[in-house]
């Protein structure tokens, strides 16, 4: 086929040089062995030309950006060697002794993709598939007499946990909208299974707050030195689906092909590098909820607002590793949001409970990496954390005249485990956690949990030949 083509580009090139000369063209041209092999030559060129042109590994498009695409994911085993009866706080002697039950799940799989187009903008987007997939949820509703329930927040998701278009300027100023994270508290600002030492993530943050709390807003974040910071203007919460076990926690999920954004709420960031290792982090959050209901002429003259605070710290150097965090939150109109919610039609998707004014958590989690006193293991990148880990969490901390703190939502959280990370993306965790009661005289209930957990990202950047 090579010399196929050479033969063909060589005729046509001899008969536009006789043409051009005025010479008769015969089909055995007189021409010189030099000049043949030059014509040769210029043929061998065009192809190497030819063939560098047709090669895919070589970019013809020049400032393509930079593309990355990754994710993370959690696949837990747990074994809870407590009773999951309705009326195991009602008659805790009853449930002393009651046998162990286990459980599989895949809580959290990701993937992720953006696009850096140069000149300052990129688009990002992040897939969530929570607890494997999408169907509607059967529970057994311990404050429904222990009756069967479909739940309108279904036991597995599919979600757009991520979509945002982003314009950055400098490293100071930078502005993204799209659905965004809020990044309250500590949890919600560093949710990756590598980015935490429990099984799973921290039971405290986790009862009370969304988690991950993505919304569709506005966000203007930086980095100045040592400090970076972020502001967010974003739609509020549905008062709709606050609760007494969970406080505000279901009004960032919507029930409907919608979020109600009838009222809105604002979000702020801080973040300190006070020293090598150490990011001391403060939050906050103010936004109205009672609008954001599809039926808000119910909650008319209320502003049920939610004003949140957050300090957390973390600190990871010479092989010590420090996560802490406390959050206190109040909600107005609770009495009178307790009333309605109570009240709604039993196919709405509010949960129909009290919530309380007032709710705290806090979690210290200390873990150290025993791989990183031996060179070749920490030259590797492996690392094997033991750590410990106690917390206390009150959706009831406060409550509105009238309406009574149920004890067993005060909760003592202690755990132990350990942390294996092979390599930096992967880590397989081992956690026996205990849940104690300080104001009742409840059982306490124990879990085992494993975990193994992946974070990862692929960059190609295009720019690079």
Not at 212 to 231: A, D, L, Q, V
Request: glycine share 8%.
């Amino acid at each position: 086929m090579k010399n196929f083509y050479t033969s063909f580009i060589i005729s046509c090139l001899m008969l536009a040089f006789f043409t051009a000369s005025g010479q008769e063209v015969t089909t055995q041209p007189a021409i010189s062995q030099e000049e043949y092999q030059s014509l040769l030559k210029r043929v061998e060129q065009l192809e190497l030309q030819q063939q560098s042109n047709d090669n895919t590994d070589t970019p013809r498009v020049k400032n393509r950006g930079i593309l990355s695409i990754g994710g993370y994911g959690e696949a837990v085993m747990q074994r809870f060697f407590y009773s999951d009866n309705f009326n195991r706080y009602t008659y805790p002697d009853l449930y002393k002794t009651a046998k162990s039950r286990g459980q599989f799940d895949l809580p959290h799989i990701v993937f992720m993709m953006s696009y850096d187009f140069g000149r300052g903008w990129k688009v990002s987007s992040e897939i969530e598939y929570e607890h494997g997939g999408t169907g509607s949820a059967i529970e057994i509703e311990a404050d429904e007499f222990g009756e069967y329930e479909s739940e309108i927040e279904r036991g597995g998701e599919v979600v757009i946990e991520q979509f945002w278009l982003e314009k950055s300027f400098n490293e100071a100023v930078n502005i993204r909208a799209g659905h965004i994270i809020i990044p309250f508290g500590l949890t919600n600002y560093k949710h990756l299974p590598t980015e935490f030492l429990s099984v799973l993530r921290q039971e405290e943050e986790s009862t009370l707050f969304p988690c991950t709390w993505h919304e569709t807003g506005i966000s203007f974040w930086g980095k100045k030195r040592n400090w970076r910071y972020e502001f967010i203007f974003a739609a509020g919460l549905d008062a709709d689906k606050f609760n007494d076990a969970n406080w505000i926690k279901g009004g960032g999920t919507s029930a409907y092909e919608f979020s109600i954004s009838n009222a809105y709420a604002g979000a702020f960031r801080v973040d300190y590098y006070a020293a090598k290792g150490l990011r001391l982090g403060l939050s906050g959050y103010y936004g109205h909820s009672a609008a954001n209901s599809l039926k808000a002429d119910r909650y008319k003259g209320l502003l049920g607002a939610v004003m949140l605070a957050s300090f957390d710290l973390d600190y990871h150097d010479h092989n010590v590793w420090i996560l802490l965090n406390a959050d206190y939150g109040h909600l107005t109109d609770s009495k009178a949001l307790s009333q309605i919610n109570k009240n709604l039609p039993r196919n709405s998707p509010s949960p129909r409970t009290n919530v309380a004014s007032d709710a705290l958590c806090y979690s210290l989690h200390f873990g150290y990496d025993f791989f990183g006193l031996n060179d070749k293991l920490k030259s590797r990148e492996m690392k094997f954390y033991l750590f410990g880990h106690l917390g206390y969490v009150n959706s009831m901390l406060k409550t509105a005249e009238g309406i009574l703190a149920d004890k067993r939502f005060a909760k003592h959280i202690l755990s132990g485990g350990i942390n294996f990370y092979p390599i930096k993306e992967i880590v397989l965790k081992v956690e026996f956690a205990s849940r104690l009661f300080p104001h009742a005289n409840y059982n306490t209930e124990n879990t085992f949990l494993i975990g193994i957990c992946y974070a990862g990202l692929f960059t190609k950047n295009f720019n690079k030949k």
